[in-house]
């Protein structure tokens, strides 16, 4: 990993005479090597001080790291085998911002252990999911099925930002920013499918991106809400009907995260699906100004003596 990260500086400073880290270009892939500070901002109910939201997103992270790397090594074993530069470039692009989540999605969950929460039992189902999946074409299916579904979470949050009202900034800060990019490299894993399986019929390539779906939705189900049971278990909360219909309420009523990812989630499951298609052009622009107006005072800290960064900022 560590590879991929120095290789952000170079792919950075192709970046910069286009306006830097802002990007003109729905298709950019532009790695940011930023850092969030989580664990020096380690709070407990981060989220509007509310046990149901911080579950639900502290969950998610706990999948993260493993997740990402598995991502990584299911493209980058094709990445040499498609002769294809542009892709192989698209791959290289998705492979740095994905060490980046990978780097600071550790340092979150390093965070969350320190508050006394029992990580290590929370990530072990998640290593032993992925492991049974050993052949490539589909280990890359599983990551163009979760690629969709953290692209249909990033496109509910980025299109509708106050669903993270009362957010601890710095959190708020790295899940927008990784949202950003999720949808930036939102179709490089489908591009690497379709040219790895160039040669079998659309019908036979539909029915491995849905049965891959399928047996990526159940477990990463499963192995959610044991996560979030564990987890505010570690909170003294009794993980009982009362808990679970705030929680559900909390995702699928208001705010209602879950509920607006569900309907580009489904998108996933017509014949005709392209990432391409949905335009979100706009979102991403919207999104690298954002980014670009939250870290100017961070990039102007650092100019001077390097510090804290983020926490400062936030
Ligand atoms: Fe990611
Ligand atoms: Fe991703």
Known sequence: MSELIGMAGHMGESTKSKRAEIGDDE?????????FDIPGNATRNWFAGDIAKTSMIDAMSIFLPEGERFFIR???HYSGKLKDKALSKEINGYAVQE???????EDYNRAIASLGYDVAEMERPIGQALGLLKNPLYRLAATCAIEHLTASFS???LR???LMDGAHPAYRRLWMW???EELEHKAVALDVLN?????ISSFKRYWLRVWAMNAVLAPFLLIFLRNVRIYVRADGVKPGFRFWAKFFWANFGKPGLLRHTAAPLLR?????????????SKLIARGREWLDREFRPVARSRAEPPSGAVAAAG
Do not use: M, V
Request: a positive charge; zero cysteines; charged letters at 35%.
């Open 27 to 35: 298709r950019d892939i532009i790695p940011r090597d930023f850092r």
């Open 195 to 199: 040219a790895a399986t160039k040669d």
């Open 155 to 157: 496109s509910a949050l």
């Open 178 to 180: 990784h949202a950003l």
């Open 268 to 280: 996933y499951y017509t014949p005709w699906f392209d990432p391409r298609n949905g335009d979100d």
């Open 160 to 162: 509708r930002p106050h």
């Open 74 to 76: 299911s493209l980058k």
């Open 99 to 105: 060490a980046f989540h990978t780097r600071e999605h």
